[in-house]
């Protein structure tokens, strides 16, 4: 039976995020449901779901593909019995407490993700999430024209899920092994127009390398000024979880960070969907410089 086709949607924040009311997620969404949850998507890059415990991992996957084609990790396996979960478990040291876009470092970078709360912590473990239009736009018109012409190296050569790891235990050894075990380099512009909006994003976070061009000491000064705009409070949005709770977001118009402030256990599962190569402003495509 498809469900309603009349959704509240609630903004939660000035800037980004709105959270969805009336739907029980599913491979058998109305067709309205759906334009309206693809419509929030692009006016608020980021909607929550609450209350979704019905999902398991396959059903969890059905929904994922009414939103588009299922898009694998390039490089970690996937959780098993399954077609494209990624599993962020931190009793194996994943934890991605780095301000990211997913999966920057290959050209067909994933279009949505559709992240489940599977176990969650009494305490701690939000999510936050920046919008980078929005941050391209506060940027004075000297560093607007700067960031029009910079193009960034991305690499997962160190894996943004176990930074500030201090003891790598002989799990999350592997995992880091895993992660790169076959190493991408990919030349991205730091200022990409959106395939749906039209609207011009920041393009950065934590799988940037080098700014093409520049040194190590000159990237690591500039990426800070732009990441800066990008991660300022009022430019985010905070999400406190539970078990069972859906958030998709639009992994080209935003980055997010994965707040390690908990000592119990926590997971989370990953699905990423289509896939997109991102344009600069002059219509030059991203490029994989290196697989290795």
């Known amino acids: 039976m498809a469900t309603q086709a009349k959704l509240e949607i609630v903004k939660v924040a000035g800037r980004i995020g709105a959270e969805v009311h009336g739907v029980k997620l599913s491979a058998d969404l109305d067709p309205t449901v759906l334009a309206q949850i693809k419509e929030a998507l692009q006016e608020y890059q980021v909607i929550f779901f609450k209350g979704q415990n019905h999902l398991d991992d396959a059903s969890h996957e059905s929904f994922a593909t009414e939103l588009g084609e299922l898009y694998a990790h390039p490089t970690v396996p996937v959780k098993e019995n399954s077609n494209a979960i990624f599993e962020l478990d931190s009793e194996k040291g994943a934890k991605a407490n780095q301000w990211h876009t997913d999966v920057t470092f290959v050209p067909d970078v994933p279009k949505y993700s559709v992240l489940r709360g599977v176990t969650i912590p009494s305490v701690g473990g939000d999510t936050v999430w920046a919008n980078t239009n929005k941050a391209y736009e506060d940027l004075p018109e000297g560093l607007k024209k700067l960031a029009d012409e910079l193009w960034a190296i991305h690499s997962n050569e160190f894996d943004y899920a176990t930074i500030g790891h201090k003891e790598l235990t002989k799990e999350v050894a592997e995992y880091r092994k895993v992660f790169a075990s076959t190493r991408y380099e990919t030349r991205h512009p730091i200022v990409h127009v959106h395939a749906e909006t039209g609207k011009k994003h920041l393009l950065l976070g934590g799988f940037v390398r ?83």
């Open 210 to 292: 080098r700014f093409d061009g520049y040194t190590t000491g000159e990237t690591e000064a500039l990426l800070n000024i732009f990441q800066s705009y990008v991660t300022r409070l009022e430019n985010t949005v905070r999400w406190k979880w539970s078990e069972g709770d859906v958030v998709i977001w639009d992994n080209l118009a935003t980055q997010h960070y994965a707040i390690a402030d908990y000592d119990d256990h926590r997971i989370v599962r990953r699905i990423t969907v289509e896939k997109n190569v991102p344009v600069s402003q002059k219509g030059e495509s991203s490029q994989l410089i290196s697989k290795q």
